[in-house]
C-alpha cells in the first residue's frame, strides 16, 4: 500500500518497511503537536478500524480490509469505539 517516493516525486517499485512507515506517522504526529513515541504503524490500522466501528461499519468489512481471521482479535477495536456509546450515565445531568 505504501510505496517509496523520491524527493523528485517519482513513485518506487518497492513497498516501505513498516519501520519505514512507522517513522511518517511520527514523524506526522509531532508536526501535529503530538507526541510522536505515542505513535506508530500500528496506528493507522487501529485508528482505521476505531472509526470504521464508529461510524457503524460493518465488522465483515472492517475484517475484509484488516485481514483480521477471528471477531475476537477486531473485538479490541470495536470495544474502544463503543465505550461511551449507550453509557449508563449518559443521562446524568
Known amino acids: ?4 517516493i523520491s524527493k523528485g516525486g517519482r513513485l518506487g517499485e518497492d ?7 512507522a517513522l511518517v506517522v511520527k514523524a506526522d504526529a509531532e508536526r501535529a503537536g503530538l ?10 490500522r487501529s485508528g482505521f478500524l476505531t472509526s470504521g466501528a464508529d461510524a457503524g461499519a460493518s465488522a465483515f468489512k472492517l475484517m ?6 477471528s471477531f475476537d482479535a477486531l473485538r479490541g477495536y470495536v470495544r474502544r469505539a ?9 443521562t446524568f445531568l
Open 15 to 21: 513497498a516501505l518497511t513498516a519501520e519505514a512507515v
Open 1 to 4: 500500500m505504501f510505496r517509496r
Open 64 to 69: 475484509e480490509v484488516s485481514r483480521h481471521k
Open 82 to 90: 463503543e465505550l461511551l456509546k449507550d453509557h449508563a450515565g449518559e
Open 35 to 44: 507526541r510522536p513515541e505515542e505513535f506508530g504503524g500500528h496506528s493507522l
